[in-house]
Every structure is written in C-alpha cells, then in structure tokens.
C-alpha cells in the first residue's frame, strides 16, 4: 500500500458575484511538493480547502487520499482544552490503527486461514508502517521541539497561548498525524528561523504529497519539487516543474518571449497601417499611354487598380486581424530615480544622514550610523531590537529623546513603513498619486478597477502598493523601507528587488524576509535585541 493521488478537476468556485477559481485543474501525486504562487487574492487558500473538502466546489471534482489534513488559521478545538488533548487527538488515528492490528493479529492465531482476516490484517499492517505508527511517539517529541514547544506544559490551557504559540500547535499536531496529503496555508507564519529550518527538512522526508501556499520564498525554494502559478490572467494554472529558482528563471525566460513578441507584433502593425495608407496603393502606372496603345492602357489601368484594391484590402485584414489579437503591452518595470537639488556641485555623492548617540527609551540605542549617496543597507534583528523606530529616526518622523540626526539640505527622505495611512480614507489611488509620472496605471502596482475604490475599501496590499507608488512618483534620495515585501505577491516583491538594485539613490532596508536577506549584497546592520 501506498499512499493516494491528490487529483483536482475544473474546479470553479464562486463567491456572491466573484468567481475566485474557474476552471482549476492539478494532481498531485506521493512525493511531490506543489507550492502555489499567485497575487494576492487568486484564490490559493481557496483552493486549498477546496482540496481537503473543507469547502465544496460549485463545478468540478476532487478526489483526495482519505487522510487528507488541512492547516487551518483557526484551531478546531475549544478554548478550555488542554495542549495534551491536542497532541492526544494528532495520536489516536494511529493508536487506533496499531490497536487494530494487535487484535487482528490475535484473531489470525485462531483462524489462520481465514482470508477475510488476511486481507483486512495485510490492509492495516501496510496502513500502519505507510504512516510511521510505531515511530509516532518520537516524531511527535521530536516535532514539538523542532517547532519550539517542547518546553510547554502539557496541561495548560489553549486560551492562555499566544497567537503564534496556537498556530506552532496547529501545524505539529498536523505533522505528527502525519496525513497521506498535507495541505498547508503560509505554514511559516509564526516561526522563527530554526522551526523554519526543521519544517523545511521534515517536509522533504515525507512519503506522502504537499501543496502549500507560501509567500516565504526560501521556503518554496527548499521545499517545492513543482510551482503552481494561480494567474488569473491565464486559464487555469500555470504548472512549472522544480523549485521556486526554477520558477523564476521561467518566468524571465516567459517575460523576454513576451517583451519580444510585443515588439514584432507592434513592428508588424506599424509596417500594415503604413501598407495600408501608402504602400498597398502604389503602382507604377503612371507612365503616360502609347499613340497606338491608348486601348490596352485604359484596360491595364484597371486591372492595377483592382490589384491596388485587392492589396489594401488584404493588408486591411490582417491589419484587423493582429490588432484584434495582439498580446497585450507588458507593464514597465518598477523603477526609483532620485532627483536631488543642492547648491553644491557633488549632488548625487556625499553624506546624506547622519546619526550620533541616539536612544529612544525601551525600543532604540545606537552610536552611529551613517548614510551616504548611493549606499545599501539592510537592518535584521529579532522583534521589538527597533528596526522600524530607526527608520522612523532617519526619516524625521521620530525624534530620539537623546542624540543627533543631521540631513543634509535639501535631501529628499522618502518612508514605506508597515502600516499604509492615508489623511483622507474617500479619496482614490488616482487622485491621491495626482499628476506624478510615470502614469499610475503604467506602473502595474493596482488592478484598474482599483484605481477609482476609495482607499479604504482597498485591501491591504493594495493600500501598500499605492504608498509605494507615491515614493516612486516622490524621486526620493534616501529611500526607507520597513519590510517592503509584506502583503506583496511574490512578482511584485521580486521586482521590486530588482529596482532597488538598480536605483541610484540610498536604501535602507529593515526586513525579516529570509529570500531578501540572502541576496542582499550591500552593508548590514543587526541591532541588538
């Protein structure tokens, strides 16, 4: 025995007037870890409850292994239980299993022959070493420490856990079951660094299939065998074999085909609406008639003309025709320009801010820091070392009880912190950008039916992309960013990554982002906890 194929069909699910899924196929077989990628709000925790039928489809079919487990943001256990009761519960598919055995294996001395008996003993035997039975009690001690709970009394209460401290449960009562399907929805929220390393290793010795959803793309990378892009754009999914590196060298690769198709095409439209004006209607019937011939020439005349008619109007068709299917024009990549004034001659070089002997009671103490043109700097340390009050310092938003921060004149400071606030919750994303160039639309940070909501209906990604884009439009010359990858698909942040690279302006960058981190290729500053 082994375990089942995880097999989706045509799933379509809608919600009132929003159709979130149309049309979703994927199988997923022992073996395989399928990560689903997507922009925000494409459905991928919706499919996921699709696939362990927590939720039904509208259309379509699905069919899963029977032991099928779902990580759920809501634990399904009372407040008043205790933490034993949910590892108890995690445990007692798999003692029942090792029971039944037991008393297979008793009832067998008496009838050895009997072959209801074999096939149901063979059946369970096969179920029972699949999952690991008798390994059960150690993996669950040794899950419990991966994640950092081994430490927890086994009686206390859920009420009294924290959000994380529940969450962290939730999964290792899911990893010691140990289900034939493990569906997972951002598993590594809550974790620090080490619980991410034990779930990435655990998940890639597991005999059976995972799908999981994830915005950590170190995760993808260390756990995934395939991706699964959910873009509505397309129809479907988009499946792309290997890990999330691979995914991305695709999505380059897709992106260069596409950019190069989207050139010919306007080439070729270019070359048909000048055919179409000009060319199609030349001839070289312009030369006068012969005395003798004035005859045949009236008769060529014709004939050219209805070449000339045949050659427009071909030209015209397929002119109609590429127009009507030509891809669309990628957007332009994100870019950060700086445009900075001073009546100095060395405007773009230099010292931009400076910091000495700040402290601000209880969240930040620093001796020096300072920020030159052009510099790139990543700022990590644990919750609550003051990542975010330093950006807050460096952009003028704070002011520290102790110390001193000089700017340089006429620097332009621009801050994406972590919260979007706007003064005014009516006003929309295109009035509030106003006039700044590049066009908003062109930026391809908002979907267009967003760009007239009021900015408090908009989600929150959404608000964050449209902050970002006002620091775009602002020409910033010290650019700070307070975990600029939060709340953004993994194509945004991606590219947003990218620009940083290339901007010619100061970064700094706080940030828990473990992709970021490791390709960061500029200064780094860890602050203290």
Known sequence: M????????????????????????????????????????????????????????????????????????????????TVDAVIDAALAEVRSAVARLDELAQALIASPQDPGLLATYG????????HEAWETDRRAQLVLGGLGLAGMVDDRRLRTLSGGQRSRLALAALLIRQPGALLLDEPTNHLDDEAIDFLEQHLRQLPGLVVLAS????????????????????????????????????????????????????????QLRYAVKVTARESNHHRPPRDNNKLGYHRLGGRVQRQVSRRVRDAQQRLDQLTRDQVRKPPRPLTFSGRFESTTNTSHEGLMISVRDIRVS??????????????????????????STLLAVLAGRLVPEQGSVARRRGVRVGLLEQEAFFADPQATPTAIYGARQPALSELGLLPGRALTLAVERLSVGQRRRLALAMLIGQHCDVLLLDEPTNHLSLTLAEELEEALQTAPIAVVVATHDRWLRRRWDGAQLRLPA
């Open 123 to 130: 059946d369970t035997l096969d179920w029972v070493q699949v």
């Open 362 to 387: 209880g969240r930040l103490a620093l001796p020096r820091l300072d920020v030159h043109a052009g510099d790139r700097l990543l700022v990590t340390g644990a919750n609550g070392s003051g990542k």
């Open 215 to 270: 915005h950590d793309r170190v995760f993808l990378d260390e756990v995934c065998t395939d991706i699964v892009d959910l873009d509505p754009a397309l129809a479907g999914v988009t499946r792309y074999g290997g890990n999330y590196s691979d995914y991305l060298d695709a999505k380059r690769s897709e992106r260069q085909r596409w950019e190069q198709r989207y050139a010919r095409e306007q080439d070729t439209l270019g």
């Open 2 to 81: 082994s375990f089942s194929l995880l097999c989706a069909r045509d799933l379509v699910k809608v919600y009132g007037d929003r159709r979130v899924l149309d049309g979703v196929s994927l199988t997923a077989s022992p073996g395989q870890r399928l990560g689903l990628v997507g922009e925000n709000g494409v459905g991928k925790s919706t499919l996921l409850r699709l696939l362990a039928g927590v939720e039904l489809p509208d259309q379509g079919e699905v069919m899963r292994p029977a032991d099928a487990g779902l990580l759920d943001q809501e634990m399904p256990f009372a407040a008043s239980s």
